[in-house]
């Protein structure tokens, strides 16, 4: 049936144009290249004229086809080139999303598929348009996240691009901290960094996980910030701990009083030095009734300095000196505590003088103290080595340095604790103590006696603090007054250097207006060494007590000379005194015979002219027990503990501006002649 009908169809159409069909559709498959053809002239044509078209329609028989193909294809074109014009977006679209990895991390899967099926040589005209609207809702909704993101979380993004910003100098600031005394600040700013890392890893809206906390980036922000703007402060901070020391003076206001404590009162009105080497009370088994003392400076043979204040009022000035001692922490409760901010390495060195107040104390002695919040540690005393010049032998800066390179780089070893001597009351003697652990910045430290029966601390005084310890000798020569210069002369300053008398008579005092004066006003000068008699007070000063009383000889001032070398020293200094010849005497116990040095003084006029001695001229006199007088005095390296006191019982001169200077031409040290000063 099909066929016949086919076959009607043809018979229908014609033979003719059936062919000229066929002829038609190959021609429009090809367009080859004509032959030349003869043409005649009249051109032949055929009468009738043939129907070019064929069949009954004429023309083409399939209007519309070619042209359906053709838009089709060209739909897909361009549906496929949008989609390759928004993929080209990717880069730099995700790149806006780095800080916000969820998002960043859905329009990653979006650009996939829809790249996926733009490389499909196969996808529809729907598929494609499908991806590219799915993509295109996919960056809007990015877009829209973002925005409403940002709008709610201004102070979050704030905090967290600063870290972004620093995170930029991480490097350049950690290698500015390689030296080792930079440890303890490289460590604490590595850390930082870390966590701010950590915080920019994590971005503002994490893929996963918990989303940022705006307090936590704050607080890392804050404390990044202010670590790296403190950055040249505590570099200076470290240096200093480095090569030479913090200076913690004792505050009256930190010393807490035990319970039921009597001995809380305030200090002796009538003291100038507070520090005695003989027993403090009359009774050996008494402790003084005052836990606290500064050494005060004298205005007049009765009176001392009045307490002065600021142009404002509101502040008193600074003490002339700040020799301070803490006498007694008797009593449950009773501690000294300070608080100090350190950037050093995790060990530090803290170094303080101490003795006794009585000598009945020298088996009943103990001290401790606790760091933050660690265990109490116990700051242990041996019995003290004989030694030929003062108890506590130093070293040079120079000797100490290997082993304190060890102990910087190893700064979280276990250090060892070392045995103080024990105290004494005729002594001031230096204790070292290592502090493991310190925080960085802010730590307190606590000191209290340890419990049991009847056992006391011994007096302590201003607190030293390093981070190395080869600058014991500079931290001995603030203790004790002494400055150095190079050529080996030791000045003692007897206003700022810890010292030690027999009697509360001895003072320093402030001297104005002196005739002959080489020195810039005012000079402080230590009167009442040696003699017999009693300094009195004026009627207003209260809570006197007469005690120390030791006169003569025996009425003697102590001071610490810190040699860088041993030799035999010169003694030059300044003095008042009457027109009456006085005599003074130098002496130190360090071993050698006859180590003193006695010099005889008389003033052009009484107690107004500032006079000089030095042993090393020939205008200064000096005498002996011995045939020879003995212009040096031998002082070992190190500390020295130097005795000065009268002769035969005699008034001595006021003096001050002591120095000590290494005598390099040791034939000259005695001569047989006595010259008389002028």
């Known amino acids: 049936m099909k066929r016949k009908n086919i076959l009607k169809f043809v018979s229908l159409l014609g033979i003719g144009s059936f062919v000229m069909l066929a002829a038609a559709s190959c021609t429009s498959a090809t367009t080859p290249t004509p032959n030349p053809e003869p043409k005649p002239t009249p051109n032949p044509e055929p009468n009738p004229m043939p129907n070019p078209g064929g069949g009954m329609n004429g023309g083409d028989t399939n209007p519309g086809n070619d042209g359906g193909m053709d838009n089709a294809t060209q739909q897909l074109a361009a549906a496929k080139k949008e989609l390759s014009d928004l993929l080209a977006t990717q880069n730099s679209n995700l790149a806006s999303y780095a800080d916000y990895a969820k998002i960043q991390n859905t329009l990653t899967s979006a650009y996939t598929t829809a790249k996926s099926t733009s490389d499909n040589t196969s996808a529809t005209l729907e598929q494609v348009k499908s991806a590219t609207s799915t993509l295109q809702t996919t960056i809007d909704a990015a877009a829209s996240e973002k925005k409403t993101f940002d709008a709610a979380n201004p102070e979050l993004i704030k905090f967290y691009n600063n870290l972004k910003t620093e995170l930029q100098s991480k490097t350049t600031n950690l290698e500015s901290l390689n030296d080792p005394q930079y440890s303890g600040i490289k460590d604490n700013l590595n850390s930082l960094y870390n966590s701010a890392s950590e915080i920019v890893n994590k971005t503002l809206i994490p893929a996963t996980g918990n989303d940022l906390m705006r307090t936590d980036v704050e607080k890392v922000n804050t404390e990044l910030m202010g670590a790296v703007s403190s950055l040249a402060a505590r570099k200076t901070s470290a240096e200093n701990l480095f090569s030479a020391f913090d200076k913690n003076v004792l505050v009256k206001t930190n010393l807490t009083a035990g319970n039921g404590s009597q001995v809380a009162n305030d200090q002796p009105g009538n003291y100038s030095f507070v520090a005695f080497s003989v027993n403090a009370v009359t009774a050996s088994d008494n402790l003084p009734n005052w836990n606290f003392a500064q050494r005060r400076v004298w205005d007049s043979a009765t009176a001392p300095l009045a307490t002065t204040t600021t142009e404002n009022g509101a502040q008193p000035e600074p003490a002339l000196t700040d020799v301070s001692w803490i006498y007694n922490l008797t009593g449950t409760g009773a501690k000294y505590s300070f608080t100090f901010n350190y950037f050093g390495p995790r060990t530090g060195y803290l170094y303080f003088p101490y003795k006794l107040v009585n000598s009945s104390q020298s088996d009943k002695v103990?001290?401790?103290?606790?760091?933050?919040?660690?265990?109490?540690?116990?700051?242990?005393?041996?019995?003290?080595?004989?030694?030929?010049?003062?108890?506590?032998?130093?070293?040079?800066?120079?000797?100490?340095?290997?082993?304190?390179?060890?102990?910087?780089?190893?700064?979280?070893?276990?250090?060892?604790?070392?045995?103080?001597?024990?105290?004494?009351?005729?002594?001031?003697?230096?204790?070292?103590?290592?502090?493991?652990?310190?925080?960085?910045?802010?730590?307190?430290?606590?000191?209290?006696?340890?419990?049991?029966?009847?056992?006391?601390?011994?007096?302590?005084?201003?607190?030293?603090?390093?981070?190395?310890?080869?600058?014991?000798?500079?931290?001995?020569?603030?203790?004790?007054?002494?400055?150095?210069?190079?050529?080996?002369?030791?000045?003692?300053?007897?206003?700022?250097?810890?010292?030690?008398?027999?009697?509360?008579?001895?003072?320093?005092?402030?001297?104005?207006?002196?005739?002959?004066?080489?020195?810039?006003?005012?000079?402080?000068?230590?009167?009442?060494?040696?003699?017999?008699?009693?300094?009195?007070?004026?009627?207003?000063?209260?809570?006197?007590?007469?005690?120390?009383?030791?006169?003569?000889?025996?009425?003697?001032?102590?001071?610490?000379?810190?040699?860088?070398?041993?030799?035999?020293?010169?003694?030059?200094?300044?003095?008042?005194?009457?027109?009456?010849?006085?005599?003074?005497?130098?002496?130190?116990?360090?071993?050698?015979?006859?180590?003193?040095?006695?010099?005889?003084?008389?003033?052009?006029?009484?107690?107004?002219?500032?006079?000089?001695?030095?042993?090393?001229?020939?205008?200064?006199?000096?005498?002996?027990?011995?045939?020879?007088?003995?212009?040096?005095?031998?002082?070992?390296?190190?500390?020295?503990?130097?005795?000065?006191?009268?002769?035969?019982?005699?008034?001595?001169?006021?003096?001050?501006?002591?120095?000590?200077?290494?005598?390099?031409?040791?034939?000259?040290?005695?001569?047989?002649?006595?010259?008389?000063?002028t």
């Open 366 to 677: 103990g001290l401790q103290y606790k760091l933050n919040e660690g265990s109490v540690q116990a700051i242990t005393f041996a019995p003290t080595t004989p030694a030929s010049a003062v108890s506590e032998p130093t070293h040079t800066p120079t000797e100490m340095a290997s082993s304190n390179e060890m102990s910087v780089a190893n700064n979280d070893m276990a250090v060892v604790k070392e045995a103080n001597p024990t105290p004494t009351v005729n002594d001031i003697k230096v204790a070292k103590v290592s502090l493991s652990n310190l925080n960085f910045g802010e730590n307190t430290i606590e000191f209290s006696v340890p419990s049991g029966d009847g056992i006391v601390a011994p007096m302590i005084g201003n607190m030293y603090l390093t981070s190395n310890p080869a600058n014991t000798d500079k931290i001995y020569n603030s203790i004790f007054g002494n400055s150095i210069a190079d050529n080996n002369t030791i000045t003692v300053d007897l206003l700022k250097g810890y010292s030690l008398s027999t009697s509360y008579s001895i003072y320093i005092r402030r001297f104005t207006g002196l005739q002959e004066a080489h020195t810039t006003d005012p000079v402080y000068l230590v009167g009442w060494i040696g003699g017999n008699g009693a300094r009195n007070n004026d009627p207003s000063i209260r809570n006197v007590n007469s005690f120390p009383v030791v006169n003569n000889q025996e009425r003697v001032f102590t001071i610490y000379v810190n040699a860088p070398t041993a030799g035999e020293y010169n003694i030059s200094g300044s003095y008042i005194s009457t027109m009456s010849a006085r005599s003074l005497n130098f002496s130190t116990s360090n071993g050698t015979s006859n180590n003193s040095v006695t010099i005889l003084v008389t003033a052009k006029t009484d107690w107004t002219t500032l006079g000089t001695f030095d042993t090393a001229s020939n205008t200064t006199t000096t005498t002996s027990r011995l045939t020879n007088s003995k212009k040096t005095l031998n002082l070992q390296k190190g500390l020295n503990k130097v005795v000065i006191s009268g002769v035969s019982n005699g008034d001595t001169p006021y003096i001050g501006n002591l120095t000590f200077t290494l005598n390099n031409n040791p034939s000259s040290n005695t001569e047989s002649e006595t010259r008389q000063s």
